[in-house]
């Protein structure tokens, strides 16, 4: 089926090829605007991207896909995200499957992925979010969900979305794969796997510090193209990647990422929703009433995203740079728009809890709470042995130019109260606060993470001595049985040899009674 049969299908809007064919430009450019595609397609954004991309890229033919079937599929695959989710629905995954074909394009990886590769990381993309019902991990274990029962709360999402995607791969005329051989599908699913497993959140940190020690021991050749001669570099590369793509939102031009921003923080707020009608403790960035939008994106940006893009800009520099830019000018426009607290008003000045003890002396000034007397003239002794400049100034305590003008900048941003200390600004704390909540789920998700890899590892482990365990086994019972088997046969030679003597005696007696 042509491409332009496709779309009329799909959109009932014939003149939408003509569009298409400007819009190809940008398909291979980052920042395509994918809410105006869907528009477009009828809400077919992840059809169109995914059927183009795969012809752009000649997978079509390189793999032997059926056109009907790829169609079939793609529009089945569409049809199982779902459209009442506000954030992670097919539209998402049609941006993350865009965005991971702009990353594979990036000149420091230009011909270091196999076409298996490159067709499996787009698929992972394209898949791995679908089903996803609009809640988080944590939601379906808490609430003993059939899913987080069946996946023994591990990556319970990602789980779901991978037996999903392959599944649909077994409904009439969907098998894309079709014409792969045994062990290339074997490789595909095995690397496909690994890449939607990664898009857990609770893996980000060991996927962020496996990604630093990359780019500490990276190799490029003489053309500045990274040097993956072996599957572990180039899978923890892809993983990588389509994790990024997860997590592009923010590098995106600031009309596209403030849509995405909205949508997500609809979807946390219907969460928060149905954790306070079953009076569970809302999740963090998910309480409607007390959530500051602008300082979860400013949180989410410093502790999440841009520590990932810039580890990532080091990787492939330096090709990733506009979009480290970008993001850090969107990360600007969310700080900017801060909601700013009102001062504090004004009170008593605290009385000081102590004062360092100095040099004695007299004066008319009263004894200070230690009852050390303030030194003659009421003079306050230095605070080191540095001599006063002459005309008396007064040092600074920075090398940083005073202001014009003779002002010093604040520390804090938060007007001093009258007669008492300078208080922290109630902005800045309460975007630690966020910063801090947020860190905490991080972290938490990121040590279970942990311990699961190490049970994990144990058990492998486990299985692997068993299995030597029963290999030895094995090969003493076939040592056994040959050692029996050689010894059959020696008893068997040496009878057959003690025969041949007899037979050999005989025939020289014969030949004796011949000659008398």
């Known amino acids: 089926m042509p491409l332009v049969d496709f779309f009329c299908e799909t959109c009932a809007k014939p003149w939408l090829v003509g569009w298409w064919d400007q819009e190809l430009d940008s398909l291979n450019k980052w920042g395509l605007n994918i809410f105006r595609i869907s528009e477009?397609?009828?809400?077919?954004?992840?059809?169109?991207?995914?059927?183009?991309?795969?012809?752009?890229?000649?997978?079509?033919?390189?793999?032997?896909?059926?056109?009907?079937?790829?169609?079939t599929y793609t529009l089945t695959l569409e049809d199982h995200y779902h459209a009442d989710v506000a954030y992670h629905n097919s539209l998402h995954a049609a941006d993350v499957m865009q965005s991971t074909h702009v990353l594979?394009?990036?000149?420091?990886?230009?011909?270091?992925?196999?076409?298996?590769?490159?067709?499996?990381?787009?698929?992972?993309?394209?898949?791995?979010?679908?089903?996803?019902p609009g809640v988080s991990n944590q939601f379906l274990i808490n609430t003993n969900s059939e899913l987080a029962l069946m996946y023994n709360d591990e990556s319970v999402l990602e789980n779901h979305h991978l037996a999903v995607g392959f599944k649909l791969l077994q409904e009439e005329?969907?098998?894309?794969?079709?014409?792969?051989?045994?062990?290339?599908?074997?490789?595909?699913?095995?690397?496909?796997?690994?890449?939607?497993?990664?898009?857990?959140?609770?893996?980000?940190?060991?996927?962020?510090?496996?990604?630093?020690?990359m780019v500490e021991t990276k190799k490029v050749t003489s053309s500045g193209v990274l040097l993956l001669d072996n599957y572990t570099d180039r899978i923890q590369v892809l993983r990588n990647m389509v994790h990024c793509a997860d997590l592009s939102n923010p590098t995106k031009p600031l009309g596209l990422y403030r849509q995405w921003t909205e949508r997500i923080m609809e979807e946390f707020f219907r969460q928060g929703d149905r954790e306070r009608e079953r009076g569970m403790e809302i999740s963090p960035m998910c309480d409607k009433h007390s959530a500051s939008v602008e300082k979860s994106q400013v949180g989410f940006i410093d502790y999440i995203v841009h520590p990932l893009w810039e580890t990532w800009a080091d990787l492939v520099a330096p090709d990733a740079q506009e979009q480290l830019e970008t993001l850090e000018q969107n990360r600007d426009w969310y700080q900017r728009r801060v909601p700013s607290s009102p001062s504090p008003p004004p009170?008593?000045?605290?009385?000081?809890?102590?004062?360092?003890?100095?040099?004695?002396?007299?004066?008319?000034?009263?004894?200070?709470?230690?009852?050390?007397?303030?030194?003659?003239?009421g003079a306050v002794p230095p605070y080191s042995d540095t001599p006063t400049p002459p005309g008396g100034a007064v040092l600074p305590l920075f090398d940083s130019p005073t202001p014009p003008g003779g002002a010093v900048p604040p520390l804090f941003d938060t007007p001093t109260p009258p007669g008492g200390p300078p208080m922290p600004s109630k902005r800045m704390q309460e975007l630690e606060e966020v910063s801090k909540e947020l860190l905490k789920v991080l972290l938490s998700d990121w040590a279970d993470s942990l311990l699961q890899r190490s049970l994990d590892k144990r058990?492998?482990?486990?299985?692997?001595?068993?299995?030597?365990?029963?290999?030895?086994?094995?090969?003493?019972?076939?040592?056994?049985?040959?050692?029996?088997t050689v010894a059959r046969t020696l008893l068997e030679r040496e009878s057959e040899l003690q025969r041949l003597l007899r037979r050999l005696r005989d025939l020289e007696q014969e030949l004796e009674r011949a000659r008398e």
Not at 41 to 66: A, D, G, H, W
Not at 114 to 132: G, K, N, P
Not at 352 to 375: Q, S, V, Y
Not at 460 to 478: F, I, P, S, V, Y
Request: aromatic share 6%.
């Open 40 to 71: 477009y397609s009828n809400n077919r954004s992840l059809s169109c991207i995914m059927y183009t991309i795969f012809q752009e890229r000649e997978l079509v033919k390189t793999f032997r896909i059926p056109v009907e079937t790829l169609l």
């Open 104 to 132: 594979l394009a990036t000149p420091a990886l230009d011909a270091v992925f196999t076409d298996l590769e490159i067709l499996a990381a787009l698929f992972a993309a394209a898949i791995h979010d679908v089903d996803h």
């Open 173 to 213: 005329n969907c098998d894309i794969f079709q014409n792969l051989s045994k062990r290339q599908r074997q490789t595909l699913r095995k690397m496909v796997i690994d890449m939607v497993l990664a898009t857990d959140m609770s893996k980000h940190m060991s996927l962020l510090a496996d990604l630093k020690t």
């Open 347 to 377: 009170g008593p000045a605290p009385a000081p809890r102590f004062r360092f003890r100095l040099h004695p002396g007299e004066g008319d000034e009263p004894p200070w709470p230690d009852d050390t007397p303030t030194p003659p003239g």
């Open 459 to 484: 058990t492998r482990a486990d299985d692997k001595l068993l299995g030597a365990q029963a290999t030895a086994a094995r090969l003493l019972r076939e040592l056994t049985a040959a050692e029996e």
